[in-house]
């Protein structure tokens, strides 16, 4: 009987995934935590020298948002979210000043775990939010810190992400929500039990589409999730798939000059992303006796990607870099020295990856000379097969200087004599494909990238009495990038731009924590972590200063670079007031080591390279209080982050007024020790109060509050705004907009009503007082005035500005069981 019980109670919580809650060995309930990403029996969190932040699956849906981001951004300490992509289903999760971004070139420096398997995309690290269905999400925590038995790219922490069981769902669910920007959405679920108890199954689909509230921005999502299980007295398997087909555009920055009186404009287009995607994951776990237990996940993930992306296309040389093969042709062709196209561009790419894997590890809970321990020991292996092709086609409207009849587009125009411009935007701003100045279709990229990852994994935690606990682990990972340039033609012939090339990686990361519970109301702890990222295919493939990328395109060869390591000291204390309020406090400091920077090539103001910059330095301090008395629960939360570089290198932006006017073909600026970090609020207040007015009827409200912060292309934070001039004058030229943008407060507010019989209803609302601010900014140029007409270059701060005042209301109905998940 002892046996059958601790096998209920530790299936119970391999099914809840990586981490989640489960019963204690005793009549009281606790919170646990799994010192892996994998299954384990779990360990009080009041022992874990760590500040986890837990979210569950009935908090998260009561809330407004499309994603578990938006849950994150109004609730959880030290996270702030930015839509960089222009698309709510597509945000930037930034904890302690580290990024789970969906965009290629920002820099990484979180994992992503659904179920014990790690989702971060192969070519870049990023993280697909839209992949990750809310409807099924069973619960979720936050891991802070540079935590190495969570693997590559745990540089600030883990993002553990458990899935929905027929155990916990029981019935049929059918959802339809309505309201803001024509969203639209329907869900249907179902999940139930088998007579005996040993199988359970759920599935659901959920469809959205709505126009967006920018300009030319719908979005159509078809999310699919089905998990079928089975368990007995010792073991449990549960088989899961995701499926995916998204349709999304996302309008990002914006010069800020054409947002006046407008804040829906956009622009240039289309910029469109199809994300395809198969996910299959096995995890099981099998008691050996009382106290080993082995537990494994093994997973299949199809993920394929196409964009399009219409641009302003400027292309500029001095007579000795060449960057494209067509416009190297034309620029050869003219007599002068200097050659300067410009035009629209429709960049085009696939993105195919097959990524397999396996895990599995073996939990000890024995007494080690009397004291009580758990030592966990494991392995992984994970294997991807990247495809990715990048096609390019131009439509030029002049150059600077030459004449260009005879060749692809037969155009002539000088600027400085009166020429006319060739028409290569729409009065819609998408780009012109066709005309005068329309050059062929050329593809840009062609490349196979292989990557595999293996590691070995430990860890301890003891308790050496009742009031101290001591956790110690390592974790050793060995990744090998191997990329074959397969394009073919002019592009691939010499060497120089050949893609292909092998790099190795190898680390053991450590980590060693210590916690002291004085109390069963308070705990102590401190800990000091190392973690590491290698660079992925695409970093490897776009690293010549000499030849710049467009992401997510063009790449050039691959100057050899170094993986980030992340070393992080954290300290806390946790604990409770009252029966009714708790507390935490903790403070860190992290420092990447080697970091990854996307760094701008040449004059362009689109083309970069990735390279290792030094040292960039994370600190900060949070603070947590919550509460509930009677029928209203509340929690408020205050983080300070202080993100800086900590060594010094050079960027390239011409729109940066502190870049030297002695140089103006260059525009090098340089960062310093100190400065700051762009798009991380150094300060950040949350707030949520709920109150349940009947048993039937709740009402909750959330506030936030980010500080001001500098905007990308200012990283030396010395930029100076001047509104007297945009023009681009070469020397003592000063660009438009401020470094910064704006601190700003949000206010969002929520309510559900149970009628009974099934039936229930919900309505949310997001920026309640239609304040308008930005999320996010960079200095850029471009060749739009304020009327969005096409000419001359202006240089302006580009930003994307926060959603206006919305709300839905939506309605459910519930039969055939308890649905609900608690």
């Known amino acids: 009987m002892k046996l059958r019980i601790s096998a209920i109670i530790a299936l119970a919580l391999a099914s809840s995934g990586s981490l989640g809650a489960a019963e204690k060995l005793t009549t009281s309930t606790i919170n646990v935590y799994s010192a892996t990403p994998l299954p384990s029996l779990g360990l009080p969190l009041n022992i874990i020298p760590a500040n986890i932040q837990i979210a569950t699956p009935k908090a998260i849906n009561a809330q407004s948002g499309v994603s578990l981001a938006d849950y994150m951004s109004t609730n959880m300490q030290s996270v702030s979210v930015t839509e960089m992509g222009g ?6 999760v930034t904890f302690r000043g580290y990024s789970a971004s969906p965009l290629l070139g920002m820099p990484q420096g979180m994992s992503t775990f659904v179920d014990g398997v790690r989702v971060n995309e192969p070519f870049g690290d990023v993280t697909l939010w839209d992949k990750i269905p809310n409807f099924a999400i069973g619960g979720m925590q936050l891991v802070p810190g540079s935590n190495p038995m969570y693997g590559l790219n745990t540089l600030g922490g883990a993002i553990a992400i458990q899935t929905k069981s027929g155990r916990q769902a029981q019935g049929v669910g059918i959802e339809a929500e309505y309201g803001s920007w024509n969203r639209q959405r329907a869900l249907v679920e179902y999940g139930g039990v088998s007579k005996d108890g040993s199988m359970d199954f759920y ?18 999502l078809n999310q699919t999730f089905a998990k079928t299980g089975w368990q007995s007295e010792k073991t449990k398997l549960d088989l899961s798939y995701i499926g995916t087909d ?3 555009i996302g309008n990002g920055f914006t010069p800020e000059h054409m947002l006046s009186g407008d804040r829906d404009q956009i622009h240039t287009r289309p910029d469109w992303t199809n994300n395809y995607y198969h996910h299959l994951a096995l995890n099981g776990s099998h008691w050996i006796n009382n106290d080993v237990m082995l537990s494994g996940n093994t997973y299949w993930r199809k993920s394929n990607r196409h964009t399009k992306n219409g641009d302003l296309y400027e292309y500029e040389i001095d007579g000795t870099e060449r960057h494209d093969n067509y416009n190297d042709i034309i620029c050869d062709e003219l007599s002068t020295a200097e050659c300067e196209l410009k035009g629209s561009v429709l960049n085009t790419s696939h993105t195919k990856q097959d990524n397999y894997g396996v895990s599995a590890q073996m939990t000890f809970n024995q007494d080690f000379m009397g004291m009580k321990n758990q030592f966990i020991a494991g392995t992984g292996f994970d294997y991807s097969l990247i495809r990715f092709k990048q096609n390019e086609r131009v439509n030029l409207s002049n150059q600077s200087e030459g004449d260009l009849t005879g060749l692809p587009g037969n155009r002539s125009y000088d600027e400085e004599e009166g020429g006319a411009t060739a028409v290569v935007f729409d009065p819609s701003r998408e780009a012109i494909l066709t005309g005068l100045g329309a050059l062929p279709q050329t593809q840009t990229v062609g490349l196979t990238g292989k990557q595999w990852t293996a590691s070995l994994f430990a860890t301890d935690t003891l308790s050496l009495n009742d009031k101290w606990h001591l956790n110690a682990g390592a974790r050793y990972n060995h990744t090998k990038v191997d990329n074959n340039d397969i394009l073919r033609g002019p592009h691939s012939a010499a060497n120089e731009r050949s893609l292909t090339a092998t790099d190795d990686y190898k680390r053991l990361n450590p980590t060693i924590g210590i916690t002291h519970t004085p109390t069963d109301k308070l705990s102590i702890f401190a800990t000091y972590s190392e973690s590491s990222r290698a660079p992925t295919s695409i970093e490897v493939g776009c690293s010549n200063p000499a030849v710049g990328c467009l992401l997510p395109s063009a790449m050039a060869d691959d100057p050899p670079l170094k993986q980030v390591v992340a070393k992080t000291y954290d300290f806390g204390t946790r604990g409770s007031l009252t029966e009714e309020i708790k507390w935490n406090a903790s403070i860190y400091h992290a420092m990447n080591h080697q970091d990854l920077q996307f760094i701008r090539a ?8 990735y390279s290792n910059v030094g040292r960039t330095q994370r ?4 603070l947590g209080l919550s509460g509930q008395h009677d029928r209203f629960r509340w929690n408020a939360s205050y983080s300070y982050i202080r993100a800086t570089f900590d060594s010094d290198f050079s960027l390239v932006n011409s729109a940066n007024s502190s870049a030297p006017d002695d140089d103006p073909n260059k525009n090098i600026y340089n960062v310093t020790k100190g400065n700051r970090m762009p798009s991380i609020p150094e300060h950040q207040f949350k707030a949520r109060a709920q109150y349940d007015v009947t048993p039937q009827w709740s009402v909750g409200t959330n506030l936030v509050y980010f500080s001001d912060q500098y905007v990308m292309g200012n990283e030396n934070n010395k930029h100076e705004a ?3 001039t945009c023009l681009p004058l070469r020397n003592n030229d000063r660009a438009c907009g401020s470094g910064k943008i704006s601190d700003y407060t949000v206010v969002n507010l929520d309510t559900q009503y149970n009628f009974g019989g099934g039936w229930k209803a919900f309505a949310k609302a997001i920026n309640i007082f239609d304040n308008d601010y930005y999320v996010a900014g960079r200095l850029a140029e471009t060749m739009f005035d304020a009327s969005g007409g096409y000419g001359a270059e202006i240089k302006s701060r580009g930003v994307i500005p926060g959603a206006p005042r919305a709300a839905w209301i939506g309605v459910r109905y519930e039969f055939g069981g308890a649905l609900e998940t608690k």
């Open 87 to 92: 698309n709510p289903w597509q945000p930037e």
């Open 203 to 220: 599935i659901g689909h959920q469809t959205t589409k709505e126009d967006g509230w920018r300009q030319f921005s719908p979005s159509h």
């Open 246 to 248: 998204n349709k999304l």
């Open 602 to 609: 040449g004059n362009s103001t689109s083309r970069g390279y």
């Open 619 to 622: 600190q900060g301090l949070d």
């Open 722 to 724: 001047n509104t007297a």
